[in-house]
């Protein structure tokens, strides 16, 4: 009872105890032991598999262990943010601070009275 007790409660397993009806649950609890000891046998851990609503375990694919020859990749360094190389290379005439009014223009209450920081095309002449 203490084993049923402890498969049923396992993370990875509690799931499929759901999916089972209960009267296929001694099928499916001898279908989990039998691997976890294909599982230490074989030192294989990734692997995907699935469940029927009989409780069968049908494995699908199953992961090659890597190589410790094998190619990896070097780890990723990142500059810190009060490098010099994150500075804009923008010149300081064209910052849009004090110069934004003369291209977006904004708008003083109503337009009859006219927009307010852009030049007029044409004089006033009345």
Request: charged share 20%; with cysteine; net charge neutral.
């Amino acid at each position: 009872m203490d084993l049923l007790r402890f498969i049923r409660t396992h993370p990875d397993f509690a799931p499929l105890f759901d999916y089972v009806h209960a009267l296929c649950w001694p099928i499916l609890i001898w279908e989990i032991l039998w691997l976890a000891l294909w599982m230490r046998r074989t030192g294989i851990r990734d692997f995907t598999y699935s469940v029927d609503r009989w409780g069968f375990i049908d494995i699908h694919f199953i992961e090659d262990r890597p190589y410790p020859s094998a190619y990896r990749s070097p780890a990723r360094t990142f500059r810190a943010f009060n490098d010099p190389s994150w500075a804009s290379a923008l010149p300081a005439c064209l910052e849009a601070a004090p110069n934004d009014t003369l291209i977006l223009p904004r708008a003083r209450g109503r337009w009859p009275e006219g927009p307010e920081g852009v030049f007029t095309p044409f004089p006033n002449t009345s």
